[in-house]
């Protein structure tokens, strides 16, 4: 019998992209401006080289990583790999199984997914499963629901109470985007678009049982509603703290300067992240933004990662520089484009059997032996 075609994540992808359209392609390749950002969030691994250490026992190889600890409420959740699925928008652009088969995918490997907003405004005819409905299908490994802040906050606590409601425990604010990055391809696409890319509709949340006046009132909110950009600090995360007992994370923190300030204020985790490079183009890949970062942080909160990771290799090369957890986003997408739940699996089995090896053959049985001595800078004689 033949291998299966699929060994690497590069086969997915092009085996993955070529199945769907164009214009879904492109809303998932590129990112904004040149797409500079997400060409070198890739490229940023390749500078590092592996400096493999010998004659350590690797008989058995420990990925499991702590992702958030325990609470009166619920259990530490644990991952049986330190990889999981960053939010993204619309799933069943990709497969009818939608972010619910994502989920299921994240369960049946013993990794999380983080649910993108997204699942709140859908509309027919192609909607998005419900956050209630990704947290049946993925049970614990559904516990990040990712945040867009917009204007009005009564809404804002609905979502909120919402989610907590259905078992979610940490909330993403993604912090990158008070104004949407310039998508060239997703300005260019727009009127070939499904609908429910173009408009936000939180009619479902708001109720449907409503008098006329009730209506007007409701379209007049909807009608209005754009992402809050007048956030700050001070006044964001108490707001949250006080709205929600769900975890607070930040996502979207590119530098030492904002991830102490995300310390300083009582963040409880941030996502080193640039949105996939869909944001600002040209700025730093998240690879290259890790370490001052984790300087800064000084292990007083987890630092996970996203942005461009794409083989075993590229996790350990994270987790080496000091991220505590990583997250992809277009490999999803692909996998699940290439068979639903199950092409969703099979990406998170190759990353994980690759970072195995990789741990088996530096000479690391668990996470906590992988360190900045793991790695050697291209072009430098010394390790880090
Ligand atoms: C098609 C697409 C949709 C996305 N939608 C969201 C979203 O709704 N909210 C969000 O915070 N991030 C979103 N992201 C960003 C991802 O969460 C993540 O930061 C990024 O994809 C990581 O980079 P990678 O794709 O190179 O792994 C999206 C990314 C893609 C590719």
């Not at 092009?14 to 998932?28: N, P, Q, S």
């Not at 300005?187 to 939180?202: G, M, Y």
């Not at 007048?230 to 607070?248: C, D, H, K, Y």
């Not at 199950?342 to 690759?354: F, P, S, Y």
Request: hydrophobic share 45%.
């Amino acid at each position: 019998m033949d291998p299966n075609p699929i060994q690497t994540l590069a086969d997915l992808e092009r085996i993955a992209l070529a199945r769907v359209d164009k214009v879904t392609r492109e809303y998932w390749v590129h990112g904004a401006g040149e797409n500079i950002t997400v060409r070198e969030n890739a490229s940023a691994f390749d500078r590092y080289r592996l400096r493999p250490r010998v004659l350590k026992d690797v008989s058995t190889i420990d990925m499991t990583t702590s992702v958030l600890p325990s609470t009166d409420a619920s259990p530490a959740l644990v991952a049986n790999l330190p990889i999981g699925i960053a939010p993204s928008g619309w799933h069943k652009m990709a497969h009818v199984d939608g972010e619910a088969g994502t989920a299921a995918a994240a369960k049946a490997v013993g990794s999380v997914m983080g649910v993108s907003m997204g699942t709140i405004v859908g509309e027919a005819p192609r909607e998005c499963c419900s956050p209630e409905a990704v947290r049946d299908a993925g049970g614990e490994s559904v516990a990040f629901f990712q945040l867009y802040m917009f204007n009005d906050r009564i809404l804002m606590a609905d979502v909120l109470r919402r989610v907590e409601k259905a078992g979610y425990r940490a909330v993403l604010l993604t912090v990158d985007t008070p104004y949407v990055g310039k998508r060239i391809s997703e300005i260019r696409n727009r009127p070939q678009l499904p609908n429910f890319l173009t408009t936000i509709n939180f009619g479902t949340l708001l109720g449907t049982n409503h008098g006329p006046d009730e209506k007007e009132e409701k379209k007049k909110r909807i009608g209005s509603l754009h992402i809050d950009n007048s956030l700050v600090w001070e006044e964001i995360i108490p707001w949250l703290r006080a709205t929600t007992s769900m975890q607070i994370w930040l996502k979207g923190i590119s530098t030492a300067e904002d991830a102490a300030l995300a310390v300083a204020h009582g963040a409880d985790g941030i996502v080193v992240s640039n949105h996939g490079g869909r944001q600002l183009d040209l700025c730093v890949p998240t690879l290259d933004a890790l370490p001052e970062i984790v300087a800064a942080v000084k292990g007083k909160v987890p630092v996970h990662l996203d942005g461009g990771v794409r083989r075993g290799e590229d996790v350990f090369r994270a987790l080496a520089l000091g991220a505590d957890f990583v997250w992809v986003g277009r490999p999803a997408l692909w996998g699940l484009a290439y068979d639903g739940q199950r092409g969703v699996e099979l990406m998170l089995t190759i990353l994980r059997e690759e970072l195995k090896l990789c741990m088996g053959l530096t000479g690391c049985a668990s996470i906590k032996d992988i360190s900045p001595a793991c790695l050697r800078l291209v072009g430098s004689t010394a390790k880090l």
